[in-house]
């Protein structure tokens, strides 16, 4: 029987605590309350004394004891601070519950009560008044209290009750839930109810009360009422949480709000097309995001757990720019250089953030990557579009300006030969033989100026393309022809390979047949300054589905890898002065542009250079003069 009872402790200081003693009878069992445990802060000599004297534990100057031996099932509370009702709750735990000033009178009240009216069992005059004095207590309680018997009918239920549940004025005697609640049902204070009476414990639980006025959200405690070993009614106490649960409702809608922001910005990180990945302080990457994978090629599975700074042409740049970041928080750095799983250089900006912890300590690194190489590209053919804008506008200029006097002299040229024609028999032999050679070479050199000057015209004023069916094997061999002396005294080989897939294309032949030209006659210029080796020229057409692909390749000098880069510039030229004008690659590199197509060179120094040039099966629709020229 002693095993089955409840533990309660008591807790307060002296005076309070000698009230709450003196007040209870706790040698009643009516309610199977045992004390297991006093609790005196102020350790008051006479507590201690009236302790002994009612065979209580003896009282302890800490709240820690109440964890000691079995756990008390209630607990009593008087004269406490805030921070030790505060500390109290929490060694209680959430199962426990705590009654305090109001809470703890009521229930010395009642019990007192309940001994009297066990007391007085056989007295039904006093009986009767003690159940009036109990009834008028719960009546008038500030507490929101109701009785129900066994079958969970409501034997009385408090004004205050009835006020918090919005009831008003009702009679809720005999009647159950489902009546008093407007036909709702409410199971789990039903379960609840059912659960003291089975256990005889005190329980607590919360849920929502479909009060008549307004649904409220409630914390409810059960005390079961016990005589002679058996539940003969309960008590129910009553407390209003609806506004703590709004604000946890809030809360937890707040928490929602925020995992849904989280996820969306973990989406707009993850599908970004800028590369953004993580490491963690020591630069091993953690995490990897879609547009990384993208631009670098690797997968995470590669990538994962390696160090940051491997992505990176550069490594020790890398190493010195996560450095800064650990020091200062943030680092950029412009136009960095990743190597790709293919081994292509990916150019991008790099910004680096350091992510701090709760105690300031490095936590993660994020570093945003965006990918610049096109942009660079751009502005690259930009600066080489103005650059050539520029010198085309000079050397139309110039070339204007050296037209006229070379028609001058042209034209005393022509002169003098009409001279000599009519009387240069006048004149010893010998004379008329150098007059003649002189005027020779003087025509020989204003055809040449001549040719120059038309070469920079043309390359400015870029006459409309005259788009028609074109023939690639056709206009090489045409092209060949018309190098036929160029070839033979060069003594080179040419091997041509055509692919007899390659269809006949739409494009402007005459612009073709001047690409042709220009690239044949460096490839035999660049054989002919390797006179040790045999010349050879190879011409190989090839088809890929959606165009069509020109390899010229010579085994002549090569091309300085310094210099690889500039070949396309106007008037840059590796040949020796007086050879080569530089025009003849910025023309071919021009002429292809307007033609939708390009140009892309390859070479070893000493031993090999191949130009491929790539043509589309019908050009753009209207093919346009480059407009970072004037036509002149």
Known sequence: MNGNRIRMALVG??????????????????????????????????????????????????????REGPRPGLILARGLTAQEEEELQRLAGPTTPVLGAGQDAFLQNLLQLMEKNRALALDSRRLKEIRRQLNLFVQTAPLAVYVKDTRHRYLLMNSHARH??????????????SQVYSGARVPWLRELEQAAMETGKILCATGTLPAPAQEMQAQVTIFPIVENGITTSLYGLIEDITELYEKERKLHKVDEQLDETQKYLREVLENSRDMIFLTDPDGSILSFNNGAVTSLGYSRQEIIGKPADSLCETPAEFTALFSKALREGHAVRYEARFRTRDGETVISNISLTLIRDAEERPLEMVCLCRDITRRLQLKNDLIRSERLAAIGNM????????????????????????????????????TLRILRQGMERLHHQVERCTKITHSLLGFVRKDQAGIAPVDL?????????????????????????????????????????????????????????????????????????????ISIEDNGVGIPVENQERIFDLFHTTKPAGKGTGLGLSIVHDLLKRLGGNIRVASVPGKWTRFLVELPVVPPDDPQPDPTFLDL
């Open 13 to 66: 200081r002296g005076p309070q605590l000698d009230d709450l003693l003196a007040g209870l009878d706790i040698r009643s069992h009516f309610l199977r309350l045992r004390v297991s445990h006093v609790v005196d802060l102020d350790a008051a000599p006479g507590n201690k004394e009236l302790c002994r004297r009612l065979d209580l534990p003896a009282p302890s100057p800490r709240m820690a004891v109440l």
């Open 473 to 549: 094997e056709q206009i090489l061999n045409e092209s060949l022809n018309l190098l036929e002396l160029a070839i033979h005294r060069s003594h080179a080989t040419i091997q041509t390979l055509h692919d007899p897939e390659v269809p006949v294309i739409r494009s402007d032949p005459a612009l073709l047949q001047q690409v042709f030209l220009n690239l044949l006659k460096n490839a035999l210029d660049a054989t002919e300054e390797v006179p040790e080796r045999e010349n050879r020229i190879t011409i190989v057409t090839q088809w890929d589905s959606h165009r069509v692909i």
């Open 164 to 177: 918090v549940l919005g009831l008003g004025k009702q009679d809720v005697a005999g009647q159950d839930d």
């Open 395 to 430: 050397a139309a200029g110039v070339a204007h300006e050296i037209n006229n006097p070379l028609a001058v002299i042209d034209t005393i040229g022509g002169l003098v030969d009409e001279a000599l024609d009519d009387d240069g028999h006048l004149l010893p032999a010998d």
